[in-house]
């Protein structure tokens, strides 16, 4: 039986048709699958697979809080609780799972037969989700905001040069934005850009 058959008799919490599903591979190769956890221990798995040499990827943000006697720090909390973002191979994964960090479960999605496999994030998208994630003034949204009404552009300079999201206002003001979303699970945008600091986009 294939590794994605089993993990699907395990779990089987379908997702939207947007988000990706891992599919059969004569190699297993690496992608970054989307894993939820319980009690908002992403971070505590971030260390877990650190040790254990394994990539990950938590959004997180500086945030400033007050000392019991009196004072202030401040401390890297997560921003989008119960998810990481894990760079492997469904193998690696399942035995991670099973034997080292037992919360950690897979975000289903729906695979090319329409049979609920795993969900992963293409290695652009990622890269550009986790690029905004990192910038200065970035916005975590609503994951359900409607992107339908914006353009799919390219960032043509600056830090962020050559992220591809969705060009959209996302507040009552005038200002646009570059949205990037994994679907079901977090939206980040960018700082303002003006027109000019973007491109359209056919991918």
Known sequence: MQVADQITKIESEPRSNEAKASRPHTMPTQEWYVMRVTYQRELVAQRLLEGLGVKSFVPTMKVKRRKTGGGTYW??????????FVYATLPELQQIKTTKITYLRYMMAKGDEGRPTPQFVPSKQMEDFMAVCRSEGVRYLDTEIDLRKGDRVRILGGPLKGVE???IRTSARHEKRVVVRIEGVA???????????VEKSES
């Open 75 to 84: 401390r890297e909390e997560a921003k989008v609780h119960n998810y990481i």
């Open 165 to 167: 999201g969705v060009y």
């Open 187 to 197: 939206a980040v945008a960018t700082i303002a850009l003006p027109a000019s600091e």
